[in-house]
């Protein structure tokens, strides 16, 4: 296993990889050696990216905005985001609604009074995970919507 993973660092790590090396459940005595190096990778991957077990990484809060239709929040590598909140701010003179999609399904679907800022009602928590994008659609150009969000795996 040592030597399967020694030219790897801990950001090219895939963590579904390790299904079929770490498979074994009742090791013979030449896998020991391997278990134990599989242990400590694991471990160590843990603490980079996981490092308070899905609970809220210290100092990971952000906010990412979009004008008009586009990415709000998209994650990379490793990352796993929770929104927090979502805000909708309009300065045209007519209500506006406009379409937050993740990965394509519909999750809101606000509509904000003419020249004010509304907080998003979400009836469930939005987690995003690496390779899935919360986007704006269907909105006009006087509208910018805000997402407050932090990290659970980085």
């Known amino acids: 296993l040592r030597n399967l993973l020694k030219d ?41 990216h996981l490092p308070t077990y899905g609970s809220a990484i210290p100092k990971s809060a952000k906010t990412s905005s979009v004008n008009s239709d586009g990415d709000l929040l998209a994650t990379s590598g490793n990352e796993v985001a929770v929104v927090q909140a979502i805000q909708i701010t309009t300065t045209g003179a007519d209500p506006s609604t406009v379409q937050l999609l993740l990965n394509g399904v519909l999750v809101a679907n606000p509509t904000a009074d003419p020249a004010d800022t509304q907080a998003v009602a979400l009836s469930f928590p939005l987690v995003i995970d690496s390779g899935s994008t919360l986007t704006v659609a269907n909105s006009s150009a006087d509208i910018t919507l805000v997402c407050a969000y932090y990290l659970i795996s980085q």
Do not use: M, Y
């Not at 090219?12 to 400590?40: E, H, M, R």
């Open 8 to 48: 790897q660092s801990l950001n090219d790590v895939n963590p579904s990889a390790f299904a079929q090396v770490g498979g074994v459940v009742f090791p013979d005595q030449g896998a020991a050696f391997s278990l134990a190096d599989f242990g400590t990778i694991v471990e160590a991957f843990r603490h980079v």
